[in-house]
């Protein structure tokens, strides 16, 4: 039996964010929160008489087995990563905040001198073993669920003032008007990042205006990422604040002429069907895997699964994809190595990825 109250930060499912880049300043020191990310606070709160402080923790992207994940890494402290990793920066942040969320309730519960976790098992009842068997479903629907309250609805390109370098970025906001996604589109994302270079238009070629080029980019962006212009909506020019637009009406003498136009603008945007549809695979039922002979994988978390025998060790990796999942098989036995891939949003994908790293299916 429980003897804590739930933490409040189960209820934190839109944290204001905080952009940081190795040059502006905000970033965390240490090497290990990425080339840059989001920093977001975690309120602090009193459970069973015991002070738990805010926190703040960084969200950022990293690489494993040539693929690009999101973690979160607490920001001081023991700098411990929160929850696991996962496709997505809203999928990270959900984790992390459950998992905040389940330790500090675990603290507070063995301050007043609840059960411990291990008696707890112990002991379990029938209606214990279903809710530890259905706490990975609630976490999953709580991820889900913020990733709908966290859904852009809203997409802004605003340009930076061109006498201090120009440029431009494509910004994304949800339906309560929170960030959550930004991205420059006139200058090359961080190395190794996937990024066409047809879709790169140089401060240069925007020189401070909304050129066609600067529009054509952010319509590219918005594919890559699942989504499109509403039905009926354009691009439409967006007020700036006061401030803003005084900086920019003093320098619009020294632009060249035509590039005076409005910095900011902003388009109704919805997801693809295609954006739609992996959020169906990536929160719905995980596909099956097929029977391969003489080899048992067994499933590890909810994106890999795992076959060992005395010679070799392989993991099969499921990570869903706009279009078309993609399928991998390492082999980690000693030197870690793609030995097969594929792509495909069923079994099918899992087929072939096995059959390509040379493994006979049952």
Not at 41 to 54: A, H, I, S, V
Not at 140 to 150: G, I, P
Not at 192 to 206: A, F, Q
Request: aromatic fraction near 8%; charged fraction near 25%; include cysteine.
């Amino acid at each position: 039996m429980t003897t804590t109250a739930p933490s409040i930060v189960r209820e934190t499912v839109r944290p204001s964010y905080t952009r940081y880049t190795p040059t502006n300043g905000e970033r965390p020191e240490g090497t290990e929160y990425g080339v840059d990310g989001w920093l977001f606070t975690l309120p602090g709160e009193t459970l069973n008489g015991r002070r738990f402080p805010q926190r703040t923790h960084a969200a950022f992207q990293v690489s494993e087995h040539g693929m690009l994940f999101w973690m979160v890494r607490e920001v001081g402290g023991e700098r411990r990563q929160r929850g696991s990793r996962s496709t997505s920066r809203k999928g990270a942040v959900a984790l992390a905040v459950s998992a905040v969320a389940s330790e500090r309730e675990r603290a507070a519960d063995n301050a007043r001198g609840g059960r411990t976790a291990a008696h707890r098992i112990a002991t379990q009842e029938p209606g214990d073993q279903y809710q530890a068997r259905s706490a990975e479903a609630e976490q999953l629907e709580r991820t889900r669920k913020s990733e709908e309250n966290e859904r852009p609805v809203t997409a802004e390109i605003r340009l930076a003032y061109p006498l201090a370098g120009g440029g431009a970025s494509l910004c994304l906001y949800d339906a309560h008007g929170n960030e959550v996604d930004r991205e420059p589109l006139t200058e090359r994302g961080a190395a190794g990042r996937e990024n066409n270079p047809d879709g790169i238009y140089l401060g240069s070629l925007t020189a401070g205006a909304m050129t066609a080029g600067l529009l054509r980019a952010a319509g590219w962006h918005l594919m890559k990422d699942g989504f499109n212009y509403a039905p009926g909506e354009q691009w439409t020019a967006y007020p700036v604040r006061e401030s803003e637009a005084e900086q920019w009406a003093a320098w619009a003498p020294m632009l060249p002429d035509g590039h005076a136009a409005t910095p900011l603008a902003r388009v109704a945007i919805v997801p693809t069907h295609e954006h739609l549809a992996l959020i169906e695979r990536r929160f719905g039922p995980v596909p099956e895997i097929p029977a391969v002979a003489g080899l048992e994988f067994k499933q590890m978390g909810r994106w890999g699964w795992r076959a060992t025998t005395p010679t070799r060790v392989l993991v099969l990796v499921w990570t869903p994809q706009l279009g078309a999942d993609r399928w991998y098989v390492w082999d980690e036995t000693d030197r870690h190595h793609i030995v097969g891939r594929a792509c495909g949003n069923d079994a099918s994908g899992a087929a072939g990825a096995l059959t390509a790293a040379g493994l006979s299916l049952a």
